[in-house]
């Protein structure tokens, strides 16, 4: 079995470095391998390897981030866009870039947009001291909607022309200028994808119940508590750099579990590796199928996402029925 797991792993480790020998080399302009070193070229290169790397932050990122919020609320639905956690912190950034906010302080003006997007969800949810699954999925997709129309608005009244530069930002680019932005947001994410594999136990006994966790041993409440605020700072961090994308943390996860089972310890490592090359395939096809016209990332994500989506719920429903 283990070899098979590592054998496994190799194929993803292989597919990643594929995509991303295809994302330097291919874009509105192909530049062959022997070339892409040459000193005219270091500029494409910088900007593409920029791409390259933040798609593989991101994408490990946020497919890191749905695992978590899965076994936390034991539904496979759950991820940072759909309840409402990547919309928060998206208004997070654009009040901060209206009101003037430094751009260091805009991690953690996203961070607390997450933030109050996730206790908006849990109050709408909250029925007594329940919160069942079903409503809180559909509060946030609802705090979702009326936090991107709230950003809609803000961008529409705003004279400020940096808010108006925000809009493509906001479908999802991997367009890095700030290396030392990609930087910190890049530690907080491999540090906070560590603390979720430290957690893969835990997690592996959340995803069976929480009375089942709390006999084995699992401080249920606070590690949910503590998983959650990780993930949305995950997020935050994540929309600072490449806006709102959705769908990479409720895809990756799920093809998943269907190749290397349920167990975190592995589903984790395979699933950051799989975003990671879904994230950077999904921004290559965004630049070269329409070239030189650019589609932005999030478009592509949503186009495949919203199928799975639909199917998910509706595998969902036989469950239940049966």
Same mark, same amino acid.
């Given at each position: 079995? +283990?070899?098979?797991?590592?054998?496994?792993?190799? *194929?993803?480790?292989?597919?990643?470095?594929?995509?991303?020998?295809?994302?330097?080399?291919?874009?509105?302009?192909? !530049? =062959?391998?022997?070339?892409?070193?040459?000193?005219?070229?270091?500029?494409?290169?910088? &900007?593409?390897?920029?791409? /390259?790397?933040?798609? #593989?932050?991101?994408?490990?990122?946020?497919?890191?981030?749905?695992?978590?919020?899965?076994?936390?609320?034991?539904? =496979?639905?759950?991820?940072?866009?759909?309840? @409402?956690?990547?919309?928060?912190?998206?208004?997070?950034?654009?009040?901060?870039?209206?009101?003037?906010?430094?751009?260091?302080?805009? =991690? %953690?003006?996203?961070?607390?947009?997450?933030?109050?997007?996730?206790?908006?969800?849990?109050?709408?949810?909250?029925?007594?001291?329940?919160?069942?699954?079903?409503? %809180? #999925?559909?509060?946030?997709?609802?705090?979702?909607?009326? *936090?991107?129309?709230?950003?809609?608005?803000?961008?529409?009244?705003?004279?400020?022309?940096?808010?108006? @530069?925000?809009?493509?930002?906001?479908?999802?680019?991997?367009?890095?200028?700030?290396? +030392?932005?990609?930087?910190?947001?890049? &530690? /907080?994410?491999?540090?906070?994808?560590?603390?979720?594999?430290? *957690?893969?136990?835990?997690?592996?006994?959340?995803?069976?119940?929480?009375?089942?966790?709390?006999?084995?041993?699992?401080?249920?409440?606070? /590690?949910?508590?503590?998983?959650?605020?990780?993930?949305?700072?995950?997020?935050?961090?994540?929309?600072?750099?490449?806006?709102?994308? @959705?769908? /990479?943390?409720?895809?990756?996860?799920?093809?998943?579990?269907?190749? !290397?089972?349920?167990?975190?310890?592995?589903?984790?490592?395979?699933?950051?590796?799989?975003?990671?090359? *879904?994230?950077?395939?999904?921004?290559?096809?965004?630049?070269?199928?329409?070239? =030189?016209?650019?589609?932005?990332?999030?478009?592509?994500?949503?186009?495949?996402?919203?199928?799975?989506?639909?199917? %998910?719920?509706?595998?969902?429903?036989?469950?239940?029925?049966?």
């Amino acid at each position: 079995m +283990r070899s098979v797991g590592r054998q496994r792993m190799s *194929f993803f480790i292989f597919v990643l470095l594929s995509v991303v020998l295809a994302g330097l080399i291919k874009g509105s302009v192909d !530049v =062959p391998l022997g070339e892409l070193f040459h000193p005219e070229n270091r500029p494409l290169l910088s &900007l593409r390897l920029f791409r /390259v790397l933040a798609g #593989i932050v991101a994408g490990s990122g946020l497919a890191a981030c749905g695992i978590a919020l899965q076994a936390i609320l034991r539904n =496979p639905l759950a991820e940072p866009y759909l309840l @409402g956690t990547s919309s928060g912190a998206g208004l997070g950034a654009v009040l901060a870039v209206i009101l003037g906010i430094g751009q260091a302080f805009l =991690p %953690l003006s996203a961070f607390i947009g997450a933030l109050v997007s996730a206790v908006l969800v849990y109050s709408i949810a909250r029925q007594g001291y329940r919160i069942p699954i079903p409503s %809180l #999925i559909l509060s946030g997709v609802v705090v979702s909607v009326a *936090f991107s129309g709230i950003i809609v608005f803000l961008i529409s009244v705003s004279s400020n022309e940096a808010v108006h @530069g925000l809009m493509w930002w906001l479908w999802g680019s991997l367009d890095v200028y700030d290396p +030392r932005l990609l930087s910190a947001v890049s &530690l /907080v994410v491999l540090a906070g994808i560590a603390v979720l594999f430290v *957690f893969a136990q835990d997690l592996n006994a959340l995803s069976l119940g929480e009375e089942e966790a709390h006999h084995l041993g699992v401080q249920t409440e606070r /590690v949910k508590t503590g998983l959650f605020i990780l993930t949305s700072l995950m997020t935050a961090c994540l929309v600072c750099v490449t806006g709102i994308i @959705g769908f /990479v943390g409720l895809i990756v996860p799920h093809l998943m579990r269907m190749v !290397v089972g349920p167990n975190h310890k592995t589903l984790l490592p395979a699933s950051c590796l799989a975003g990671a090359s *879904f994230l950077v395939g999904c921004d290559l096809i965004g630049r070269t199928v329409f070239s =030189p016209v650019e589609i932005p990332i999030g478009v592509i994500t949503a186009v495949v996402g919203a199928p799975v989506f639909i199917v %998910l719920m509706k595998m969902q429903h036989r469950v239940r029925e049966r």
